[in-house]
């Protein structure tokens, strides 16, 4: 569906060029939740723009490419690039953003905006059969049809974003990237809307990128995940061996830090924080929070590795 082949972007500064995303490589497949985890300020949002096409200045691609493979509305197979993925955007490439009211117009009604985006990417389509496929959408969705003629501010937030995922998903998109979908909700809305993805996505058969901070949501919903730090993949495998059995430091303390259910010990935090990205330290750029580090780590970068058939990982102690 889409390769990530070796992709290096960067944002130009008065100071130069600061890479946020660096040597990132691999594969999301057709039919798959995938996720994108690891801490703020990791570049998860500025990989998000790569894979999304959302290309402008001061962000650039400084190296590799995005390749989206996929079959269009009339069964023709298409191959595009970045700067060409944006063309397809809503007919083969959607985005749910993480603040639902920053996509919805606050001074059109939510029919609106419905009617909007079907004038324009479904052309020639009659007035009535507009609004019956719409009114149908809602029906599936189990959403009420009288939230048609709402404004954006009388819905509540959960409402809000669920408008935001059916607008998303209403042109069967072959891929949906779905930024942080549920954070400032609370967590039975959380639980709500990511059951809702997670049938969309199985009726659709589509891929689904969620890209969150959360590891809660991706045990939940994904089935293959990517670990970043720092801009770099540290990990990437099953969601159920990543949990199972994590391979890199980084990992083993995201998950070693989350809460568990009548366990009542005191979780163990990672200290510290990301590195800056204008001034990385050398070598493995975990090293400075890694209890593991051995001097090699501060010397040479780790190689992302394939250490089992379709499971990655980025460490020195790897096969030692
Ligand atoms: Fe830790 Fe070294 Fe592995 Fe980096 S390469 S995660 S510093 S052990």
Known sequence: MMRIENVTAQYQTITGPVVSVKDVDF????????????????????????????????????????VLDYTDATGAHRTLQSGEIKNVW??????????????????????EQFFELFRRHRKGSGEKAMKDRVVQ???ELDLPVDILKSYPHQLSGGMRQRVVIAMATFLQPNMI?????TTALDVVV?????????????????????????????????????????????????????FSNPLHPYTKMLIGALPKV????????????????????????????????????????PKFVEVAPGRFAACHLLGK
């Open 27 to 66: 594969t999301i497949r057709d039919d798959e939740i995938f996720g994108i985890a690891g801490e703020s300020g990791c570049g998860k949002s500025t990989l998000l723009k790569v894979l999304y096409d959302v290309i402008q200045f001061p962000l650039e691609i400084a190296g590799g490419r995005v």
């Open 90 to 111: 809503w007919d083969a490439i959607s985005y749910i953003p993480q603040a639902a009211m920053s996509v919805l117009n606050p001074v059109y009604r939510i029919d």
């Open 137 to 139: 959408y809602l029906n």
């Open 177 to 181: 990237f779905a930024d942080e979908p």
């Open 190 to 242: 959380q639980k709500s809307i990511l059951m809702m993805l997670m049938e969309l996505q199985s009726r659709m058969h589509n891929t689904l990128v969620i890209v969150s901070h959360d590891m809660g949501v991706h045990y939940q919903i994904t089935k293959r995940m990517g670990i970043m730090y720092s801009g770099s993949l540290m990990e990437l495998g099953t969601t159920d061996e990543i």
């Open 262 to 301: 009548g366990d009542k010990s005191t979780r163990e935090g990672i200290p510290g924080g990301p590195p800056s990205l204008r001034n990385p330290p050398p070598g493995c750029r975990f090293a400075p929070r890694c209890k593991q580090a051995r001097p090699e780590c501060s010397q040479s970068v």
